[in-house]
């Protein structure tokens, strides 16, 4: 079955397509691309996820104009595509995700209309609330695709994804014992870039690299992430906030300095987690694959063998996308998903709702 995964991840640097051939758990990648946003779109996006311009107007505004974006890139990178896909899964941008006390509200934009209309298919979106409305919490949602494509590479394996947010799948014997989102993976670096550079991230992670650990920062930013992460399986708006809390502590201080402090945050927490668990392996997907000296410095940290998943066969940048033709896939032929594990859900439910033109 012909399915497509569409999504833009938490730094909002690109609009993420794939089209993938799917049988059951056998997935075979057919095409990939990574599209830019246009700027005014990119700003808006900006402002929303930090909360800078929460106006109804605004939100409902951005919902259309996401929506019609996606749908306009969708039909662009399906030209040439000899056979139509039967489905798509559409995750949209999250603007607004946030666990308390009283329960987890989460809202991601984009209008699944618009993709429906122009591609003429069945669209699969709002994936994160049929989780909650089973009782989990939304995220992570990685996990499920995690165990597909990494859970027989080893016995025990801890898979993480590094995107704006670092979120890790504990298995073992081929069964999810576990998965939580972590901390900020690129989020903190990608913040400072754009506030101090104005650039959309440390390419490679090379002024890091060339940087020196501000202590003070360090050691108050981790603990403001500890303190907003207790009890929490999962993060969304506390990253916002450490963000801002971080950018204070670091602005009068040198880019690459911040830089390196970002980064030694990210591998702080990551790979505690990580040696808690003492896998037989380590495997490290997503865009924050790139930043090599994240790499370099987590395979120094984390006590046993960290691999790349492009040297198990599957592509770091491929790994998201995946999961949402592949969830997708599972709402189409009516299969339900155990997210228990993973997410705390109390019953098994078909993800996401059904959009038709």
Sequence with gaps: MLCIGALSG?????????????????IKVLKYGAFDFHQDEKERLIRLVQGRAGELEEILLCNEIIGLSFAKTLKSFLDGVRFKPEVVGFHGQTIYHYESKNGVITYQIGEPLYIAKILGVPVVYDFRKSDIVAGGKGAPLSPIIH?????KISKKVSVVNLGGIANITYIKDGRILSAEDLGPANALSDFISKKRLGVDYDRFGKRASEGNLIERAFRETLKFIQKKKKGKKTLGYEIEEAKLYFFELT????PSDALRTAVEI??????EAINSFRPDLCILCGG????KFMVSRLKEEIKNPVLISDEVGVNSEFVEPILFAYLAYLRVKNIRIDMSKI???KFRY????MCLI
């Design 10 to 26: 938490t730094s909002i640097n690109a609009k993420e397509i794939i089209l993938c051939d799917i049988n059951g758990e056998k």
């Design 147 to 151: 165990k597909i494509l990494f859970g």
């Design 251 to 254: 602005k009068d201080e040198k």
């Design 266 to 271: 990210s591998v702080k927490i990551i790979s």
């Design 288 to 291: 924050g694959t790139k930043n």
């Design 343 to 345: 997410t705390g859900a």
């Design 350 to 353: 078909l993800p996401g709702k």
